[in-house]
């Protein structure tokens, strides 16, 4: 795996796919702001990926069974959240109808839950996205192989989880992003800057992104004046971003260093997500070569 991010990181090419990876996560966002804050947080990724993958078949456990109880355990168990938290957001999963009890089931005993249509297509979405981005990297076919069996995704999904579940790149990427990605609604903030940064120089020690409105921040991703404004204080008492003029006036400059920390998380999640792939859809193949193409 490690050959394979260290290829991510070496690629220009790799990182504006980045950039237009973080432009389709906002637009998934817009689409469907409720299902996308699903999103919104660390946290909830990983909870939501861990919901998914009990119920297709969670790699090394007995069965693919997904319920209150023992989703509760394996959030507690793989350090994800606490009890508490893990059954609050089984509720509002059931609340928001994108989670419903199996009918029929046969286990009398337990409450077998499902994806609903809903979830299980914008969840489609997001690995599809990543799909798309993979392809047009190494001109595989990934995607047009889970588009004909959708059926795939119930195999490669579980195998994602496991790795970003287990995988420390992915789950503490660096002080700044882990900033933003654990505060509520600070994953998309992120998003949404990054999606600004014009181009990226490793040398640079700091890149500016124009001016970026507040308001608009606030009113697209739901988060109020005093949570963002803590948010960005914040980042820039850490030296990764900034202001031209007085705080929250002028342009806005993110430090070299954060931007990495972006493109080393991206690296990490699409070298999990590649290999998830890879072991069930086989090695993707290029269309010309047959060669990985990020340089």
Not at 89 to 117: C, H, N, S, V, W
Not at 192 to 220: A, N
Request: aromatic fraction near 12%; glycine fraction near 6%; proline fraction near 4%.
């Amino acid at each position: 795996m490690a050959h394979i991010v260290d290829e991510f990181l070496a690629s220009d090419a790799f990182f504006s796919a980045v950039l237009r990876c973080a432009h389709e996560m906002l637009t998934i966002y817009r689409e469907s702001p409720r299902i996308a804050s699903i999103f919104a947080s660390q946290q909830r990724w990983l909870l939501a990926h861990a919901g998914f993958a009990l119920h297709y078949g969670y790699p090394d456990e007995p069965s693919s069974a997904l319920y209150s109880g023992r989703f509760i355990t394996f959030a507690v168990k793989h350090d994800i959240a606490s009890r508490n938290t893990a059954a609050a957001f089984i509720q509002e999963m059931l609340a928001y109808r994108f989670l419903r009890p199996i009918e029929g089931a046969t286990d009398k005993r337990t409450r077998l839950l499902e994806p609903t249509e809903t979830a299980s297509e914008h969840f489609f979405k997001w690995i599809a996205t990543h799909l798309y981005i993979l392809d047009n990297l190494d001109g595989g076919d990934r995607l047009g192989q889970v588009t004909a069996n959708p059926a795939t995704v119930a195999r490669i999904q579980p195998l994602i989880a496991k790795a970003i579940i287990e995988t420390e790149a992915v789950r503490d990427p660096g002080p700044t992003y882990n900033l933003f990605n654990w505060a509520t609604s600070g994953g998309l903030v992120m998003d949404y800057l990054m999606s600004l940064v014009p181009s990226f120089d490793r040398s640079q020690k700091r890149i500016e992104i124009g001016p970026v409105s507040l308001k608009l921040i606030r009113d697209e991703f739901r988060i109020s004046n005093t949570h963002l404004k803590r948010l960005l204080a914040q980042a820039a008492e850490m030296g990764s971003m900034g202001w031209s003029g007085p705080s929250y006036k002028g342009d806005v400059w993110l430090s070299g260093g954060f931007v990495l920390e972006y493109w080393r998380y991206q690296a990490a999640k699409f070298t999990v997500i590649d290999a998830a792939a890879e072991a069930v859809l086989g090695p993707a193949v290029a269309s010309t070569t047959g060669a990985r193409r990020i340089s």
